[in-house]
Antibody, heavy 121, light 110 residues
Framework: EVQLVESGGGLVQPGGSLRLSCTAS????????LSWVRQAPGKGLEWVAN????????YYVDSLKGRFTISRDNAKNALYLQMNSLRVDDTAVYYC??????????????WGQGSLVTVSS | QSVLTQPPSASGTPGQRVTMSCSGS????????VNWYQQRPGTAPKLLIY???QRPSGVPDRFSGSKSGTSASLAITGLQSEDEAEYFC???????????FGGGTRLTVL
């Protein structure tokens, strides 16, 4: 069974940093692209970033470039999101999700349960 | 404001058929596949329809998707109380070079 479990969320002050982790199981981790998607309270979904199987290619939504960094450790089946210079409007539930293979294009076929990040003074 | 446009709400009674729309442009829906995600209250999104019309294993055939030009639709037949959720459409956007989502349609089963 495919499982994605996020951790590392919490309360942080504006300007602070936080690193989210996502631990995967139930599939060959190193063969999949992975994404982070966030959802502000009561709002819709926003794709944040994704990373290639070997970690050599990374893509970000334009509005977050330079502040957030996606990375992975295939030996640990782990995905990370380093978030710096956090702002109040970064408050959201952050989901890690698997980019499906052979589904006709970009498809997020499995999602974690999410990790809440609250940026507040 | 979301790149893909969805009506904020929809409703139906048990057993009814409901549809919801997703409107985009030639940069996204017009040039790439559309996926739909279901998010029940307090839970993570779940893939419901991919590649415009395909259902992942375990998704009932009451759910169907379609696409025409720069718009897509999700239809649910034989509406059930468990279908009460928010539904998001998503497509890759060539001009933004990333996936974009609709704002979501909250479905209420009356």
């Amino acid at each position: 069974e495919v499982q994605l479990v996020e951790s590392g969320g919490g309360l942080v002050q504006p300007g602070g940093s936080l690193r989210l982790s996502c631990t995967a199981s139930g599939f060959m981790f190193s063969r999949y692209w992975l994404s982070w998607v966030r959802q502000a309270p009561g709002k819709g979904l926003e794709w944040v970033a994704n990373i290639k199987e070997d970690g050599r290619e990374k893509y970000y939504v334009d509005s977050l470039k330079g502040r957030f960094t996606i990375s992975r450790d295939n030996a640990k089946n782990a995905l990370y999101l380093q978030m710096n210079s956090l702002r109040v409007d970064d408050t959201a539930v952050y989901y890690c999700a698997r980019d499906g293979v052979g589904l006709g294009g970009f498809v997020l076929d499995y999602w974690g349960q999410g990790s809440l990040v609250t940026v507040s003074s | 404001q979301s790149v893909l446009t969805q009506p904020p709400s929809a409703s139906g009674t048990p057993g009814q058929r409901v549809t919801m729309s997703c409107s985009g442009s030639s940069a996204n829906i017009g040039s790439d596949i559309v996926n739909w995600y279901q998010q029940r209250p307090g839970t993570a999104p779940k893939l419901l329809i991919y590649s415009n019309t395909q259902r992942p294993s375990g998704v009932p055939d009451r759910f169907s998707g379609s696409k025409s030009g720069t718009s897509a639709s999700l239809a649910i037949t034989g509406l059930q109380s468990e279908d009460e959720a928010e539904y998001f459409c998503e497509a890759w956007d060539d001009s933004l070079n990333g996936p974009v989502f609709g704002g979501g349609t909250r479905l209420t089963v009356l």
